[in-house]
């Protein structure tokens, strides 16, 4: 047992220290999308592992990718892979954001900038808890795998290769993930796996420059075509269209039902923190959850064609794109939907439409007991005061298939940083301060019990 | 009939000085839709008219819009109105200009500026032909009313008031249009006419702010609705399916349509211009050609919402929107335009769809014989050696409606500075010095048979 005395005093008394060092991390603007800052990122990473005593290396991905991060630290008959990620998604739209995206700003017990929650936060927490229990407890009883990743905000594009190539060094007997954090009522919640994904563009053609208008009846419209396109692959009900898409949707499990309909659900809180009266369709929350949790999904995530800033131009686009994610479910894999959507596509005439893939990722939606799980649950109770809620996967995505599923190791997201109104991937992100300390105190819990439970 | 001979000397002899001025009216940013330079410009022009001698006034608009220039010159049975306009299309994408927008360039004959072709270049050659008509063969035989809008590019917005408010101003025999110039095998191409044009916006909301797309299951996506509401207003062959929108469209006689099949097509060239090869839906040039001038449009000119730039976002977006304009023909008017795709966007539950009208304008497609008409067919032959192609109407819009059918005062467009490769709202736009002073002189002999034929 580790003396959470010693432990939470010296947290305390480098409170600033931490939080300087926090502002620090979040002010290199790590978007992997635009290739910018993932270098430096990296690279003050390093310096941060190798200071707290770990041994760090970084690897180089292909096309001047965001490097892959791992280090060691530690030792013991039980090994712990931590897995988080430094990059973050674009700031854009900035005139939403009330202060500087990657100044740290701090108001109302919040810490503000693009990244606090969506990883950064949780990441560095995490290091400077080891660094406290180094400095109070002696050496770790486990040893530490950290697995940074600078690509995950793109679709960890290059992680299931990275995985297959260092397999050697992957061993552990759990895996703690990024995630986990508060619902509307409070509650903390965790997850043992996610949906997967596919996200790809659409790209239509016209005429070799933006012409006037007026030639509208005789040269093709690539806004239209889209247009066109795109509403044969959903209904107006917001059903998926895609020909054979749902019908590999394997039907889940009356277990996995069960919990998804055993689940609190703070239905009404959601919709008002995004200033909805209904959801979807008028969905009842029973049907919502399981929709929400179980079902694909086809997102227009971005549309843009011809002239659209202020005013009017009279224009015939050359060109028009979307950009789409689908959420992916057993047994929809990211190169089924891939063909599925392309042969779609072809088989109604639209071959001149180009489909090109940016991401896929595996749904990892096969949960079980273990060890790490334990470990949460009690760490949940003893430091938080509070049963969590399990569930069974997270409605988003992420590598979890090959650094958990194709590895056999247990995972689980949990932590204290998430909250309702965090506004990952939008303006104002945000976490409280306090949550920020909470969750080293956690995770602290966490690898105690992990370790005593061997 | 004039003294040609001394009116060319003149012109000749005053080529430089008509050029620098020329290049000071160019260097005048007067971007209507940013309401740019428009005043500065309206107060050049206004100096410009008086130094001719003529009686000019200025007229300020609502909401800081570009002021209406009227100025009235000479003293004649016969009255001549002359319309053109001074402002221009925004200059981006900045990055596709070979020289400084604003700075008039000279290069392989032609000067390159934006509105050289559209619309100073012929506005500027028609004032300095008066001066030199005036220095050469004495006062007018005729009274010109010059009328010089500044809202052209915006969809002039506040002409039709404008027009009704000063009705008294507006008497005159004939109308002389800008536009006209060369088609693609150097053929003068005239108009008495034009479509009318609908500008809206369409606006989505789904939620408050952009969301995770992970909550895709559950909330409304405004991009997924505002593509399934457009695809309800056209067919996937490119055909407008608004409720009762074809049905207003009054059948054209039979005359019209045997010009129109009469009208020389260079479809080859146009379609290697933009690099297409074929017309949408591989229409044979019939068709194509009595679909281009005959049939109303729905184009989209502009769609956006989310994420558009590199790479993946995983974003629920809370907006998205559409530009769509719509050409117009007898009986479709812009109000009834309105009217029809509000209600059948409202029968089909899109309620919550915002439209927002930019610009209406109604056709103008009557077409009569008339001594305007004549004058330019003579002073075509006489000074550009050729019969022009009287093309019934253009297929692209402007406000011929207010002051030309609504004080059944004939049209024509009619000139000498555009040509195919002109690019008109695009970067590098242009015209050929040469045609500058033809167009002078050209207009010159127009006016003079305008006036023999009384």
Known sequence: MIDAAKLYAYIEANRERFLDEFAEFVAIPTVAAQKRGVHEGAD????????????????????????????????????????????????????????????????????IARGVADDKGELLARIQMIEAWLATQGPLPLKIKFVFEGEEEIGSVNL???????????????????????????????????????????????????????????????????????????????????DGYMDVVRPMPQTAIDRIDALPFESAKMRQNVGLSTWINDMDDVIALRRFMLEPTLTICGLNSGYTDEGTKTVLPAKAMAKIDCRLVPDLTPELAQRLIREHLDRRGYTDIEMVMLAGEHPAMETQDSAIRQAAIKACKEVLGQDPVMTPWFAGSGPVYPLSVELGIPVVSAGATWHPNARAHSPNENIYVEDYFRTMRFTAALIDHFVQDE
Chains 1, 2 share one sequence.
């Open 44 to 111: 003050w990473l390093i310096r941060r592992l190798q200071k707290l005593g770990a041994k760090a290396q970084s690897f180089d991905l292909p096309n001047g990718g965001s490097p892959m991060i791992f280090a060691e630290i530690g030792e013991g008959p039980r090994t712990l892979m931590v897995y988080n990620h430094y990059d973050v998604q674009p700031e854009t739209p900035l005139e939403l954001w009330e202060s500087p995206p990657f100044a740290l700003t701090f108001r109302d017990g919040l810490m």
């Open 160 to 242: 299931t290769t990275w995985t297959h190539e260092h397999r050697h060094l992957l061993d552990a007997d759990g895996v703690l993930w990024e995630g986990g954090g508060y619902d509307e009522a409070g509650r903390i919640t965790m997850a043992e796996g996610c949906k997967g994904i596919a996200y790809f563009e659409l790209h239509c053609q016209g005429a070799s420059h933006d012409l006037h208008s007026s030639l509208a009846p005789l040269i093709v419209n690539p806004a239209w075509r889209l247009v066109q396109a795109l509403s044969t692959m959903k209904d107006a009900q917001d059903r998926i269209t895609i």
